[in-house]
């Protein structure tokens, strides 16, 4: 096949948003299709990331096609402009010719502008859902406002609803749409009636790239938890839970604390000083590439991970599995996350200070040293979810030739 992939966020972006197309073009590489990743110029990525966190590497055999929005980041209006400038930079940079699929992974929203356009070109367009999007939109996208709460909500409200038609239509247009779990599947169905269009790929670890990397032996801490990714983004309640518990742990002279590999946001100081929290059991140790970071998080004893989704797995529990260490997930009890986590047998979920304060001292005082000490690696790599979603690229596919 001849594949498009729509993702933004690619390498040099080592970041989690950039990890599964990475791994999915590199392995459709690898088995033979022709491959080529629409994704942001270096100058679009440094507008979020300094130069020197751009570390990833483009897959052998990927052909990249980069485009630079100017991007709007004016609340509210950004998404819609953004989706606009990129309508044109498509169809200025791609010939639809070249290609019998195209692939769009979520997030960033912003590509599902081009929806129409796509549906002209004849081919098969295939929706990758990372997150429900405008399903399950985000608070955090308004966050940089400093209009009041009352005109932040009026914000939200409008936004969702532009969010939530251009997403009606596109994933009308769509010949396929993938979700990465079930319960997001039946969530999409239910607002959307996808039908027989839908199917499930998961995320996944990278066996690939995680089985040659080694623990570096380094942590901060005696007793260190980590947390690969976004932290305190979503809600800074729930991270500071996390650091409240690691705080009264220390307390208890255990020399505990959190390693948080990945961006620190300019907020992070400030909630650790409103809240009182001890800023000793805190250590950011910044963005890292992809290989480098994991061997800073296999050294960990445990890892964390914080969520406000209803809906959402993500995809640093799949890093976590890899490394069958326990996890402390403060995450809603009811959502797909917490299932899977609550799975194992050292897995914790938990909503309170006081919850995470319990498991973490029973992961001290019982030395767990295992997520699960029966554990199938193998049902949660990526190799496993890239042929599924090679499978759904070519039942399109072949389904338009049929046509």
Sequence with gaps: ???????????????????????????????????????????????????????????????????????????????????????RALQRLVDPADYDVVLNTCGPYYPLEAAPVIARWGIPYVLDFRDLGAINYRPAIVSGSKAGSSAKVALKGLYGKLVMRRERRAVGIADRVICVSDIDLDVMDAAYGLGSKASVATNGFDEARLEAIRPNGEKPYGLTAAVFGKFMYYDKDKASAILEALCDVRSHDVDAGLAHIGKKYDWVDGVIESKGIDPACYTNLGLMEYQVGMACLGSADFFVVEDTSPDDVGTKIYDYIFWNKPVVAVVPPEGPLAKLVSGFANGFVCTTSDEVRVAVEKIAAERLDCLDPNLDRDQFSRRHQNELIECVLAGAVKEAWER
């Design 1 to 87: 096949m001849r594949v498009l992939i729509i993702a933004p966020y690619f390498a040099p972006n080592p970041e989690v948003a950039a990890v599964r197309m990475v791994s999915l073009s590199s392995q459709l590489a690898a088995d033979g299709h022709a491959v080529t990743v629409l994704c942001l110029s270096r100058e679009g990525l440094l507008r979020e990331n300094a130069p020197e966190e751009l570390t990833a590497s483009v897959p052998d055999g990927v052909r990249t096609i980069r485009f630079d929005l100017d991007y709007s980041t004016v609340p509210l209006v950004a998404d819609y402009v953004n989706g606009k400038r990129f309508t």
